[in-house]
């Protein structure tokens, strides 16, 4: 894998983001939803801005932490800034595989092997979930919709911390894993993956992080809840409520449909619990508030992922961060 390699990726889901992005621009009556766009309040797009980078902020924090935790404590806090933000880059790659990025960065400048860090990245999503399904806890008991997609979602979640805390069914794991014949020779990788996942998904550690995941994605759905004030709902607290069940109801659904960045799983979600739930009745208005908090959110993401991307191309270019050399800083 090199970096070339992992922009074309990019580029591709990019591609096919702007593709769901006219389909759902059509479905919506595109003259309509023009007239919607052009009486949104544009004033508030900077504060949407700020609790989108607010979320990006305290994420980084729980992955410097994390490092921490799995002690690698020292990491200088500007590398590891730029190794978190090339990893924003990733989130539009399949099931955010690309994000393993942030693990190869790390190996090649500290020497940290992948089996260690990767556990990081998998942690963060998990802790970033489990916020997810608290924000959304509200308008799970008001309208009763939602449990089929989010109940299966949040016991995987449980079963992967229960299995990475026993130590007796991880080793039962690895001991099924050692008699394959084509992968028994990485179990090593394996081993260091399940301690760093044991020390990752400890009680202390993961209320903290859970208890940073609930503050930094509440950002996010107050960037919600200003879109569809900006579009012109009434800003009652029922509206706040809404914007957090269907913002994390919307981010799981994409995250467990493994598309790209959630493409068309999370925006047909987003527009269509709008509707479902009566937030709007207008099909243009919901298909506004989904582009506005996509672009917001995602596709900020994306391309402030993209400069920590550059900044990684320019030091890495043509290296393979797969191979076995990984100079360390």
């Known amino acids: 894998m090199t970096i ?60 410097h932490y994390y490092l921490g935790v799995i002690g690698v404590s020292d990491v ?4 590891s800034a730029m190794i978190f933000v090339a990893g924003l880059s990733m989130v539009i790659t399949p ?5 393993l990025l942030k693990a190869y960065l790390l190996r090649y400048h500290h020497g940290t092997p992948i089996g260690t860090s990767a556990p990081v ?39 992967v911390i229960l299995v990475s805390q026993h130590r007796g069914v991880a080793r039962w794991g690895l001991d099924l894993i050692e008699r394959l014949p084509l992968i028994s020779s990485r179990v090593y990788h394996l081993e260091a993956a399940v301690e760093s996942a044991r020390q990752l998904f400890r009680a202390r550690t993961l209320i903290l ?19 569809l004030t900006a579009l012109g709902l009434p800003a009652e607290p029922i509206l706040a409520v809404q914007a957090a069940f269907i913002l994390a109801t919307a ?9 790209p960045g959630g493409l068309a799983a999370a925006e047909g979600s987003l527009a269509g619990l709008l509707l479902l739930l009566g937030v709007t009745h207008d099909p243009s ?45």
């Open 209 to 227: 992080a859970i208890g940073i995941g609930i503050i930094s994605w509440s950002g996010e759905a107050l960037a919600f809840y200003l879109v």
């Open 95 to 99: 099931a955010k595989v690309g994000e």
């Open 121 to 159: 990245i998998v942690a963060e999503r998990l802790t970033d979930g489990v916020a997810m399904v608290i924000l959304a806890s509200a308008g799970l008991i008001i309208y009763g919709v939602g449990w089929e997609m989010l109940i299966p979602i949040a016991a995987g979640m449980a079963v």
């Open 76 to 79: 200088p806090l500007a590398q």
């Open 251 to 259: 981010t799981l659904v994409g995250a467990a449909s493994m598309l």
């Open 4 to 63: 070339r390699s992992l922009t074309r990726t990019l580029l591709l889901s990019i591609g096919l983001g702007v593709l769901v992005i006219f389909v759902l621009s059509f479905s919506a009556d595109a003259p309509r939803l023009l007239r919607v766009l052009a009486h949104f309040e544009w004033q508030l797009l900077p504060a949407i801005f700020g609790l989108t980078l607010l979320n990006y902020s305290l994420r980084f924090v729980k992955w």
């Open 285 to 329: 208005v919901a298909a506004a508030a989904t582009l506005m908090i996509r672009f917001a959110t995602l596709w900020l993401g994306v391309a402030v992922g993209m400069i920590g991307l550059l900044l990684a191309a320019s030091r890495l270019h043509g290296v393979d961060l797969t191979g076995d050399s990984s100079p360390a800083s």
